[in-house]
């Protein structure tokens, strides 16, 4: 006969089950899950392909969900979306998926795309959409709530998120990027290019040509590989700023920091500081712009 412990009078350790426990921890989360509304999941994919519009031009919104465009070499566009949604019974959401549509129409010179999820249905749907894309088409983007990553194309890109970060590669022509709570990236990128975030970081690494960049809280960080003539402007009202630019430049600096430090490892001649935390310069012979201001953080430039 087998006595239990006398740490363990009712024999838990030896692997009897407590006849006065409860289902346990998982097993509370098994029943709360199980009633909770909403619980059912359905999703689906389509693909399809469509003409590319004689101006080489797309608009697209997609409200909730990640928007991706590839550059390719083809001539035609694919586009492929996965919709997902949840509901209380699996009737239900199958409605509620059936109701999330792509809509688009095309002119002589752009094709309007539209992920369309219907008002009921919109707290609980995504809808993830991918473009492949001939590499020279001009591409418009706008989200709600949704990461948007544009990549490989030789024409301008616009994108603006109010909820996600937005990522840039590969991109020869101008670029305007727009978010409102989140990161920018931008590499490998050619042309005039403007960032802004209300509330996140801003990173640019190996951009060829202009860089205007703002964010109310965030850092910015910047290399440049080659200078474009209206130069660098690089603003942040709380964080700390890092360009660095290619070798032996001919610029005009001018930097500010009101609350930090200023930590230059180029030559400047011609310096003139201002007691307001203000100093300009200029490194080799001048003439382009560069431009940096922060309220709160470090300026580096190297």
Known sequence: MKFPRRDDPKGILDGNPDPTAGPGFGGLLRSFFSKMPWAEHATDEECLVVPTPPGRAIHLYNANGRTRIIGEDREDIEIRIRKSVRADCPDLAAKLLDSIRLQSSSSADTLEIEVQ???????????????????????????????????GLERSVRARSSNGSVSIREITGDVEVMTANAKVTCRCTRGHLRARSSNGKIEIEGHE???????????????????GEVGVSLVTSNGRIVLDLPEKPDVDVDIRVENGHIRNDLELTDVVTDPNGRVRGRIGRGGIPIRLRTSNGTVSLR
């Open 209 to 227: 040509g202009s860089i205007e960049a703002s964010t109310s809280n965030g850092i910015i960080r910047a290399s440049v590989d080659e200078l």
């Open 117 to 151: 999820i219907p008002r009921k249905c919109s707290r609980h749907a995504v809808a993830h959409i991918e473009l492949r894309v001939p590499v020279d088409t001009r591409v418009s983007l706008g989200s709600t709530n949704g990461k948007i990553c544009v990549e």
